[in-house]
T-cell receptor, first 111, second 113 residues
Framework: KQEVTQIPAALSVPEGENLVLNCSFT??????LQWFRQDPGKGLTSLLL???SQREQTSGRLNASLDKSSGRSTLYIAASQPGDSATYLC??????????WGAGTKLIIKP | GAGVSQSPSNKVTEKGKDVELRCDPI?????LYWYRQSLGQGLEFLIY????????KSGLPSDRFSAERTGGSVSTLTIQRTQQEDSAVYLC???????????FGPGTRLLVL
């Protein structure tokens, strides 16, 4: 059974720092991997999607990597801003098109 | 439409009542997904539609839960004889095809008293 783990569960850093959020998974047979952000009381926003055959994706200050062999993905946020404060969720799409979710990392960027 | 919409945004019901939650996917999206996020817990997959068909219903928590999709568009999630443990945020997502980026609606917050 696929298990997705996100470390750390919470992170607080000063504005301007670069940071890395981690996601690990137990089964490398994935269709793709998505990173989402969830703001309090709001829905989910897709940030990046990495297909199984890809190694990384970039969007603005965000870069996500995927290493299936080691069961790891990272989300790199450059030059963090207070508006980046949210919960970041990693989710894997399995062969049944089910998204298997991590518990999330709650990120706080201090002004 | 511009995005995925869900209704109602909030629903308070009494234990034992039936509730129906609605999802309008992005126009043209063939795949539609339902998830549940319980307080203090992670997201849980419920069911997925490709067109009007649901290939896998194993994620539904019990036989009190059912879902349908008509016309390859709107979907409804019905919970019969609601229980307090059904209280959660129910999220709907759609994608242009299975495996493509899923876009989420704002969710329906269900509270069962």
């Amino acid at each position: 059974k696929q298990e997705v783990t996100q470390i750390p569960a919470a992170l607080s850093v000063p504005e301007g720092e670069n940071l890395v959020l981690n996601c690990s998974f137990t089964d490398s047979a994935i269709y793709n991997l998505q990173w989402f952000r969830q703001d309090p009381g709001k829905g989910l926003t897709s940030l990046l999607l990495i297909q199984s055959s890809q190694r990384e994706q970039t969007s603005g200050r965000l870069n996500a990597s995927l290493d299936k062999s080691s069961g790891r993905s990272t989300l790199y946020i450059a030059a963090s801003q207070p508006g980046d404060s949210a919960t970041y969720l990693c989710a894997l799409l399995d062969s049944n098109y089910q998204l298997i979710w991590g518990a999330g990392t709650k990120l706080i960027i201090k002004p | 439409g511009a995005g995925v919409s869900q209704s109602p945004s909030n629903k308070v019901t009494e234990k034992g009542k039936d509730v129906e939650l609605r999802c309008d996917p992005i126009s043209g999206h063939t795949a539609l997904y339902w998830y549940r996020q319980s307080l203090g817990q992670g997201l849980e997959f419920l069911i997925y539609f490709q067109g009007n068909s649901a290939p896998d219903k194993s994620g539904l928590p019990s036989d009190r839960f059912s879902a349908e999709r008509t016309g390859g568009s709107v979907s409804t999630l019905t919970i019969q004889r609601t229980q307090q443990e059904d209280s959660a945020v129910y999220l709907c997502a759609s994608s242009s095809a299975p495996g493509e980026t899923q876009y989420f609606g704002p969710g329906t917050r269900l509270l069962v008293l």
